[in-house]
């Protein structure tokens, strides 16, 4: 036995013993599954199998490239370059260079991406003369990979009367013939797009024979990474190269699938027994990354689920801290905590900023995150998008906000003077630019007169430059008198950048949404918090010189110390001893979209899964009594995967009072008032009061049991009332540490004059400060 065997625990040589015949690894999280995977290339390839004999099949390029590089390092690099091993789209597009051209297509084809393939389909939709308000090019795009993800191919779709029916009923009854006109066009082209790697594969192996027999012979040994994401495309072509060896090894973890909004089926990995006979099935079930409360309290949610399979996650592991649950009033208090939060336990433990992660449902959680961890001045760096104030649409909203403060801003007015779509053309805006230069004068200032220089530019985009320059103008009168939301609001709805997105209706647009009311959000916190700051107005001014200073913060500076910022999809396969898993509300998570069914219920209670299992140390679940909804607090009911948790893991650090929280369902108005003098006083023979009535304890959800201690703040530090001297060290939420140099006013117009360590002095009203005394 090679020696590199003897590093296994007995579990996980099992699977890597085995050598022939179908196997199933269910590696629970935190099991070491990846070295199992590799270990056992390596050990095939040690008892003589050939390296070209063996594929791997994995979903990110990344898992490939450490497990070549594991198994490099075991039976040296020569041996494993041979290996077919990577992504499913990247193995298979090199299969379709070597024989694509038994359908027609050149070895050197083209792979378009999804910008390529969008762009290709709004170029049809304008020949067809469609409109393009029906016929949404990125909504059109989406089901054209659906089709071919589901193997729906041209033919199938114009023979099956269901789905031709049902996009006539969505009034795109063309829909058929743009997807012929789209597979023809790439076709013609030489290309294919990511979709067609797999379709085309499938059509491949099915339409000749000798080519499924050439590579069911050469890949004697298949393995695949993560088969619960597999979807019907890919379940498909590892069934056929498998068919004639059976040589087959999964692995994965059904607890952990939360791709079905790609395409991924989890029956795949359930129904595993059905498609092959004598499957050697092994668990692994040892967690070596987490703590013994996170594991034992991660099973209690998973087990929840019905449809899984059979599995006990287990570590050997110290017990761990439990579990910590808090609440904030709204989602900027949660940001605030959970960066106050960081901060403390990044002092007391020693402990750098990339050894935290906050994890949310939405990318549009992160703007109160981001503006929390920047006034502590907390390094992060978003995953899997950009910082929020980098986001397309953001920068849209600011560009027009930018321009009615300063309409000389002419990054602001190019980036906005046609977005929403308004008839003004590349063309117009290029002439625009010389004749500004020319004279001397803004983009702003030659639109104003237009009709003084002659620009060769027709009445009808003149009249629409004219209509633009009015729109700002009146949003420059408002800004006069209104506050930086108020204003903010407006101009969201009135340029129709809101309308724009509301139409999109794709996910990509949904996301754009919630995060231009994320902005909203922002805006109208700020400018609450404006209201201590004596002097300050809250207006537009204010909150764009906030921005602008806050986000310089943002550039990468090369460091690597960082907060993580990402959604729970994107955390999959990563671990970080601290973890804030944010949002933890009813509608959000489990997400609104998602509990229609008992399956999509179950694949939000596996993403929870996923979320909690990635912290090794501690992990800290947070949800808000009131969140801001298009600048409006909307209440909030805890997630339901809170009381699902058992409670001896849990420590909930913000008790609500009286251990029962009640939302009337009627207004209490309607009843009138009660005239206490009428009321009939009555007394107990024996003088005592009478017995106060208490609600059942075992009726009360787990969440809204009080405990006896109530939370205390972050730090040595007390709340500090009004009676505050020259020289008290105090501390505040957004502007942190600081000593007061003056007291001056009195009642509701007492005021303090702080000097804070970052250099900043402010003069705040007490009435409205949330001051903390330090010891």
Known sequence: MSTFIDELNDAQKAPVLHKDGPLMVIAGAGSGKTRVLTYRIAHLMAQGVDSFNILALTFTNKAAREMKKRIAQIVGSSEAKNLWMGTFHSVFAKLLRFDGNKLGFPSNFTIYDTQDSQRLIASIIKEMGLDKDVYKYKQVQNRISSYKNSLITVKAYLNNPELVEADAMAKRPRMGEIYQHYVDRCFKAGAMDFDDLLLRTNELLNRFPEVLMKYQD?????????????????????????????????????????????????????????????????????????????????????????????KVVWTANDEGAMIKIHRSPTDAEEGRYVAGSIWENRMQQQMSNGEFAVLYRTNSQSRSIEDALRKRDIPYRIYGGLSFYQRKEIKDVLGYLRLVVNPKDEEALKRVINFPGRGIGQ??????????????????????????????????????????????????????????????????????????FKKDGTPEGIARMENIEELLNGIKDFVEGQKELDGAKGDLSEFLEDVALATDLDKDTGDDDRVALMTIHLAKGLEFPYVYIVGMEEDLFPSAMSMSTRSELEEERRLFYVALTRAEKQAYLTYTQNRYRWGKLIDAEPSRFLEEIDEQYVENLTPLDGGYRYKPLIDSDIFGTVDKSKLRQTKPANGTPPSVIKPNENQLRKLRKLKPELSKPIGNTQVADTNLEVGTLVNHTRFGRGKILKIEGVGNDKKAEIQFDKGDIKKLLLRFAKLEVLN
């Open 218 to 310: 050469r890949f004697r040994y298949i393995l695949v990474d993560e088969y619960q994401d597999t979807n019907h495309s890919q379940y498909l072509i590892v069934k056929a190269l498998a068919d004639r060896y059976h040589n087959i090894c999964v692995v994965g973890d059904d607890a952990q699938s939360i791709y079905s909004f790609r395409g991924a089926n989890i029956s795949n990995i359930l129904n595993f027994q059905r498609d092959y006979e004598n499957v050697g099935m092994y668990r692994l079930e040892q967690n070596y990354r987490s703590t013994k409360n996170i594991v034992n309290a991660a099973n209690s949610i998973i087990e929840k689920n019905k449809n899984q399979l059979e």
């Open 427 to 500: 063309t117009t805006v290029d002439k625009l630019v010389v004749a500004a230069n020319h004279y001397g004068r803004s983009i702003f200032e030659v639109i104003e007169n237009l009709d003084k220089i002659d620009l060769r530019i027709n009445s009808g985009t003149k009249n629409k430059l004219k209509d633009f320059a009015t729109m700002i103008k009146s949003f420059q009168i408002m800004n006069e008198g209104a506050d930086a939301f108020t204003l903010s609001e407006h101009v969201a709805k009135k340029t129709g950048v809101l309308l724009e």
